[in-house]
């Protein structure tokens, strides 16, 4: 099971679209991927086209995104409090909450904003 980030999203389905081809390999290798409202929320705040949004629709439909309840409030909150320079990481570290409740491996193209993040385990290649 994966978790989605912001990252992957725009990279696969915006601009050059570099990593639409590793998003529907895992889809086709029959990976589980998560969206979560709080990446739909940063997705849909920026500016999109419509065929943009068609194709977030087409792989990850807003209706199937996964909420964030209280346990990630919860899981979200220790992590603030976990990690060096929390403040302005609010929303990373509510992303990182929703993979480690449900035990899925986060999938981002920004290592560098989860690498202090007790226990997250990462899918996907590493990009800068």
């Known amino acids: 099971m994966i978790v989605l980030d912001t990252s992957v999203l725009i990279d696969g389905l915006t601009?050059?679209?570099?990593?639409?081809?590793?998003?529907?390999?895992?889809?086709?290798?029959g990976e589980r991927i998560l969206l979560p409202?709080?990446?739909?929320?940063?997705?849909?705040?920026?500016?999109?086209?419509?065929?943009?949004?068609?194709?977030q629709e087409a792989l990850c439909p807003a209706k199937s995104a996964i909420p964030f309840g209280t346990e990630e409030a919860i899981v979200s909150a220790d992590l603030y409090r976990a990690v060096r320079r929390a403040r302005n990481r609010e929303i990373d570290?509510?992303?990182?909450a929703c993979a480690l409740v449900r035990e899925a491996r986060l999938w981002t193209l920004n290592h560098a904003d989860f690498q202090d993040v007790p226990g997250i385990r990462f899918y996907g290649h590493r990009s800068a």
């Open 15 to 29: 601009g050059l679209k570099r990593s639409e081809s590793a998003v529907r390999g895992a889809l086709a290798d």
């Open 37 to 55: 409202a709080l990446v739909l929320y940063e997705w849909l705040r920026g500016p999109r086209l419509a065929q943009e949004l068609a194709a």
């Open 93 to 96: 570290l509510a992303i990182a």
